[in-house]
Nanobody, 115 residues
């Protein structure tokens, strides 16, 4: 069974940088497309970035230029760097894996941007 564990969230001030991490276990990491989603209060969960095994990544228009997704295949880990954090980035950030065994979600990590 694939397991995803996010870490790195917290309370940060506007303009700061935050690095989120997702540890993958339970299957062959390289066979999975990885993604980060977020869900703000009273809003639907939205895709912010994804990355394939070949390192090709895509971003939602709302985060381009500030978010960077990367994956470390040897460590079975995917990270999301968020620069110049804004209050509207406040959300629970979820790690997602899609592969031959199905789709899996982590429990999420809370990011709160406030001065």
């Amino acid at each position: 069974q694939v397991q995803l564990v996010e870490s790195g969230g917290g309370l940060v001030q506007p303009g700061e940088t935050l690095n989120l991490s997702c540890a993958f276990s339970g299957s062959n990491f390289r066979l999975y497309a990885m993604a980060w989603y977020r869900q703000a209060p009273e809003k639907q969960r939205e895709l912010v970035a994804d990355i394939l095994d070949d390192m090709i990544s895509t971003y939602s228009e709302s985060v381009k230029g500030r978010f960077t997704v990367s994956r470390e295949n040897l460590e079975s880990r995917v990270t999301l760097q968020i620069k110049n954090l804004k209050p509207e980035d406040t959300a629970v950030y979820y790690c997602n894996a899609q592969g031959f065994r199905g789709t899996f979600w982590g429990q999420g990590t809370q990011v709160t941007v406030s001065s």
